[in-house]
């Protein structure tokens, strides 16, 4: 069996020097160190405030679609769809497009999240526009059932009194 040399070690101090210790910048330089960092968190605000809008925005369009396929598709016709078809895949290309590179404000105008306008009031109104009949049909569609009850229950109450 070979005998394993043991290695020794030995703790050296090492002395380490940095031009500024901590607590003793200049005001000066820690004035443009806070200047720096205000814009920086200031510039992921902004990259996050864009991410979530531009995320809420696909998210709509994305809701949009899936509604037209399953909620809504007793109660579209086929050139109703195809339509808000059509402007959820121009919102997608727009988005993977142009809208890659637009401003915060852009996508927050879409989504009345900020006080600017802007062409995306435009976009989101189109697609309110076509979605809103659907909805008006769905709802009356549901409260139809409800409202005829009542209507029978009403008249059977009036056919009671005319017979008393």
Not at 8 to 35: D, M
Not at 89 to 94: G, I, R, T
Request: with cysteine.
């Amino acid at each position: 069996m070979k005998k394993v040399k043991k290695l020794r070690q030995r703790k050296i101090a090492l002395a380490i020097s940095t031009p500024f210790q901590y607590g003793n910048l200049p005001t000066s330089v820690l004035n443009k160190y806070l200047e720096i960092e205000c814009e920086l968190r200031s510039k992921d605000k902004e990259e996050k405030d864009k991410s979530d809008a531009r995320n809420a925005l696909e998210e709509l369009g994305y809701a949009i679609r899936d509604r037209l396929y399953a909620k809504y598709d007793g109660y579209v016709q086929e050139e109703e769809k195809s339509n808000l078809s059509k402007t959820c895949d121009e919102l997608e290309d727009w988005l993977y497009g142009d809208g890659e590179d637009q401003a915060k404000g852009t996508f927050s105008h879409y989504l009345k999240l900020s006080i600017n306008l802007g062409v995306y009031v435009e976009r989101k109104s189109v697609l309110e526009a076509l979605i809103q009949p659907i909805e008006n049909r769905v709802m009356e569609f549901v409260k139809r059932p409800v409202a005829l009850e009542k209507l029978t229950a009403t008249l059977n109450k009036y056919q009671k009194v005319k017979t008393n």
